[in-house]
């Protein structure tokens, strides 16, 4: 197709303010889908993200799209992941396109992780049509949102397209914005193949599918294709499109979005963001911007019976088949047995990776502890010459006379919200040991930057965030190096015994109130024994928290009086259940939940 027929964009959206709803009224305009199949949202289709409401992996589709001036467009949607955990994937689909859509919800306004993606967006020289959406709703403020967006994004916003998604209203609107607003690409047909890599996923029929976006050249069926940063070779099989189903193309050529096949067998072969070029005629110079994705975020998961290892070591490679940024390698414990310590993008990407495999391939699993990447300074032992090190897991933890100093990871974080709730989130950024950085008013609301250390951030703050401003805080953050901290390992005894599974690294500062807040959601998680049970939080030898779980008595059904014989039986079957999802520690049972729960910070 010539290029001034070609237009790519990307639709940038505060989560539910109706990026997938638009998207897939945008494919059934143009014929891509039917009413029936518009039921449900296409472009979100693995079942967690539908739930959870966010995509994951980017998907695209191609649009004809015939625009009023008669003439029939090509336009490449391409769809973008809702989390800040996936950043660096939003970049790429972003560097891939020449315009955005911006999606404000009528009733909400501007979010903070709308401007993190605006100003992406912006840095890659988009052009942005914004679109007022949700204008059916009688709490939207149209005047109002196109000031905010003025005023904090300082893009005009007279011209903002509005739309109900939902309702249909304004989608051809829309679509003559993308045609007339947003610019062609550019790219030389002649020159050598030069295509990023935007994405990639594991198809059952056609193994790894790499989406493209060719910048120079053509890419064909039987052509020889070199991975610039990976280094490797491989034959093209299929080249082809989303339409949203695939259909096979005879080329791709400069300006150009679509898919290849290359008889790929993991995900992990491909890189997001690597430089596709022509084994035989290679460009001379990579696409800038790439980067080596590294998990930020490690955990442990066991099986919580023995029994299932080698299943959660398939289960999990197959998972990584189709998702090669998190990593994982075996990992014993004393107390949990085998499993594997993995790596994550962030704790939601953990909880999407531990839910998954809970529900997809039926596992019972115990998590660690999430651990962050620390940087030990050493000094050297009569068996360990090592000076430095990475600390994936406070297990490893050496000697502690060895240890010079410890550095923590930190993130720069922004953070949006109404004026009403600013104290509140002061006091959440301050306890977790904050460095206020900024403080401006926006249009009625607050605009916080705040340098935080990540691993006070990585457990809860997000949720907790929401929660105390009822929804309507918005959160973004990078990393922005390590930083030496007084850092500490903290292990939890219980019945006397160390349970290596909730030891972690905390601040000195904080150490006592976490401890503290561990032994208390521990006395009411783990049941009680014929015996009493002595929990602690300890550093080093110094007990710093305690709790005792009292002894039961021996008959639970005890309390029930009288003659409720189904209550009694309930009772009693309810606690062999519990049983069957217990740990043995010593001779003390913790329940799996446990695990998990401890570590949400009250
Ligand atoms: P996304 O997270 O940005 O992809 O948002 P979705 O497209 O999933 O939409 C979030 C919610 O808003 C869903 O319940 C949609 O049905 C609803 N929604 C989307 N567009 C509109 C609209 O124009 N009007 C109304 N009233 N609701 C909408
Ligand atoms: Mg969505």
Excluded at 70 to 94: K, W
Excluded at 249 to 277: M, P, S, Y
Excluded at 290 to 315: H, I, M, N, W, Y
Aim: net charge negative.
């Amino acid at each position: 197709t010539e290029l001034s027929l070609i237009r790519n964009f990307s639709i940038i959206a505060h989560i539910d303010h109706g990026k997938s709803t638009l998207a897939d009224r945008l494919i059934q305009q143009t014929g891509g889908l039917t009413a029936r199949e518009m039921t449900s949202q296409v472009l979100d289709n693995m079942e967690i993200e539908k739930e959870r409401g966010i995509t994951i992996k980017a998907q695209t589709v191609r649009l004809d799209y015939t625009a009023k001036d008669g003439i029939t467009y090509q336009l490449n949607l391409m769809d973008t992941p809702g989390h800040v955990d996936f950043a660096y994937e939003v970049s790429r689909s972003l560097a891939a396109c020449e315009g955005a859509l911006l999606v404000v919800d009528a009733a909400q306004g501007v979010e903070a992780q709308t401007l993190a993606n605006v100003y992406q967006s912006i840095e890659h020289d988009h052009e942005i049509v914004p679109v007022i959406n949700k204008i059916d709703l009688p709490a939207a403020e149209v005047d109002k949102v196109k000031a905010e967006i003025e005023e904090i994004i300082g893009l005009p916003a007279d011209n903002a397209v509005l739309t109900s998604a939902k309702s249909g209203i304004g989608i051809d609107e829309v679509l003559e914005a993308v045609v007339t607003r947003i610019p062609p690409p550019k790219g030389d047909r002649s020159a050598p193949l030069k295509a990023m890599l935007v994405d990639s996923w594991y198809d059952p029929y056609l193994g790894v599918v790499i989406l493209i976006r060719v910048i120079d050249g053509v890419i064909k069926k039987g052509q020889e294709i070199q991975f610039m940063a990976a280094g490797t070779k491989h034959l093209v099989d299929r080249v082809g499109c989303m339409r949203p189903k695939l259909e096979i193309l005879t080329e791709i050529a400069a300006g150009e979005v679509g898919i290849i096949t290359a008889q790929i067998k993991e995900v992990a072969q491909t890189r997001v963001g690597d430089t596709i070029t022509d084994a035989k005629r290679p460009a001379a110079e990579p696409l800038p911007g790439f980067k080596e994705v590294q998990p930020v975020v490690f955990c442990g998961l066991f099986p919580t019976d023995a029994a299932d290892f080698e299943k959660l070591r398939e289960s999990i490679s197959k998972l990584r088949l189709n998702d090669a940024s998190f990593s994982f390698e075996t990992e014993s414990s004393a107390a949990l047995g085998f499993g594997f310590r993995c790596g994550f993008l962030g704790l939601l990407h953990l909880e999407i990776i531990q839910e998954r495999l809970t529900r997809e391939f039926d596992l019972d699993l115990i998590t660690t502890a999430p651990s962050v990447v620390y940087k030990l300074e050493l000094s050297r032992s009569k068996t360990d010459d090592a000076r430095s090190m990475e600390l994936h897991n406070p297990a490893d933890m050496p000697d502690v006379n060895r240890i010079d100093e410890i550095q923590e990871p930190w993130i720069e974080a922004t953070i949006y919200c109404p004026d009403e709730y600013l104290g509140s989130i002061l006091k959440l950024c301050q306890d977790r040991r904050g460095v206020q950085k900024q403080l401006t008013y926006v249009g009625g609301r607050a605009q916080l930057v705040y340098e935080l250390p990540l691993n006070e951030v990585v457990f809860d703050f997000y949720d907790r965030l929401k929660s105390i401003s009822r929804g309507y805080a918005s959160f973004d953050y990078h990393q922005i190096g390590h930083r030496a901290g007084d850092l500490v390992k903290m292990s939890i005894l219980v019945n006397g015994d160390p349970v290596d599974a909730l030891s972690m690294i905390v601040h000195r500062g904080t150490a006592e109130a976490r401890g503290r807040g561990m032994c208390e959601r521990l006395k009411d998680l783990i049941p009680r024994h014929l015996f009493k049970i002595p929990i602690q939080a300890a550093i080093g030898g110094k007990v710093i928290a305690r709790e005792t779980i009292a002894a039961m008595r021996k008959d639970v059904t005890a309390k029930c009086y009288g003659g409720d014989i189904s209550r009694k039986k309930k009772l009693l079957e309810k606690q062999k259940k519990g049983k069957a999802r217990m740990r043995e520690y010593g001779n003390v049972s913790i329940p799996q939940e446990a695990f998990i729960a401890a570590l949400r910070m009250g």
